[in-house]
């Protein structure tokens, strides 16, 4: 499984910007580069790549609901560089997103701290992109409080950037956490390789949270990402007066995030609502199976059409569950991913 990463992984990026040092046609030294420095090459074929990307990258809403800033770029990454002994699929599967300012207040870094402490005592991984400001007070208090965290690089695995944070970087892999990047070892941060890498930062987790940003910051894009995929976005407010604070106003005055000011009211959106129930099918051998749906999931599968009806539009399945929109479409997803539902035009059906 390791070469055959290696194999379609350097294919895929020959010829593409890369430090000088990585120019081999033998895709083979990728694969004992990583075998050397302890990183792994996760491919979507892998066991251990995150279902939240698998999701976050399903095109059935993009046209719809991507924001103008990221529109047309909802490329899924072809592979990822992991550092870190933790199962990639399995810390990121219950995650929350942590993002926001560089120029972090006082204020900024109590509410980050805050939430990352409470967020991690409900089995939360905290992630972020590793730099200055609310990024690095989320992995700190994650890594000071003994909770899992992950750090998503705009760089190459091995390389530190801010500098400073490389002692927080390693405390982060040896952990049990994990340093990600879809970039090769070795390549250097790029303002541009900041705007792409925020795709994955919204992506691979269940929700992001912005604490502290000016109207103009990173972390707003992040939030776009974030909307565009279906995921939960939300908001700290802080004083009207603060420069810091406008992102996080503005969102909220606009509605397009929830406000936070409890850990409970990011789990009220994030966490399926209910009991697990049980759902018999017919595979295709002919045998009984059952796959343990939660109360959202089986709401929007009864809310799906069937081949006879016109149900089963974004519109009907929340009007008929009740749902957020945000709630609806992650739902959707999970269904397609257990392949119970597919999207026929403008309405999904049950495929059982």
Not at 41 to 68: G, H
Not at 87 to 112: E, H, P
Request: charged share 20%; net charge negative.
């Amino acid at each position: 499984m390791e070469e055959a990463a290696a194999h379609l992984w350097h294919d895929h990026n020959a010829g593409k910007e890369q430090p000088a040092e990585r120019f081999s046609k033998d895709p083979r030294a990728d694969q004992q580069l990583a075998h050397t420095n302890g990183w792994r090459l996760v491919t979507p074929d892998s066991p251990d790549w995150p279902l939240n990307l698998t999701s976050a990258f399903a095109p059935s809403f993009w046209d719809e609901q991507a924001d103008d800033t990221v529109r047309g770029q909802s490329t899924a990454p072809f592979a990822l560089w992991v550092a870190g002994t933790g199962s990639l699929d399995s810390l990121t599967k219950k995650s929350i997103t942590i993002v926001g300012t560089r120029a972090i207040t006082g204020y900024g870094a109590d509410v980050t701290r805050h939430f990352a402490t409470e967020l991690g005592r409900e089995g939360y991984t905290i992630v972020s992109g590793g730099a200055d400001g609310v990024d690095r007070i989320a992995h700190t208090q994650a890594l000071e409080d003994g909770n899992n965290t992950a750090a998503i690089l705009a760089c190459g695995v091995d390389v530190p950037y801010p500098r400073k944070n490389q002692e927080m970087l390693n405390r982060i892999k040896d952990s049990g956490g994990l340093i990600i990047s879809e970039y090769a070892p070795g390549t250097p941060p790029a303002r541009h390789r900041f705007l792409t890498r925020n795709r994955l930062v919204a992506g691979i987790s269940q929700g992001t949270l912005m604490t502290e940003a000016p109207y103009r910051s990173g972390a707003i894009n992040t939030m776009n990402w974030a909307e565009s995929m279906g995921r939960p976005t939300f908001a700290v407010p802080g004083p009207i007066t603060s420069v810091s604070s406008q992102g996080c106003l503005v969102r909220l005055a606009e509605h397009r995030a929830t406000m936070a000011l409890r850990a409970e009211d990011i789990r009220a959106e994030v966490e399926p609502l209910g009991t697990q129930l049980e759902l018999d099918w017919i595979t295709q051998d002919g045998s009984s199976t059952q796959r343990l749906l939660s109360w959202e999931q089986t709401a929007v599968f009864d809310a799906a059409g069937t081949q006879s009806d016109s149900a089963g539009t974004l519109a009907t399945m929340i009007e008929d569950t009740g749902l957020s929109v945000h709630r609806v479409m992650v739902t959707i997803r999970e269904l397609e991913d257990f392949g119970l539902i597919v999207r026929h035009a403008d309405r999904w059906v049950k495929t059982r």
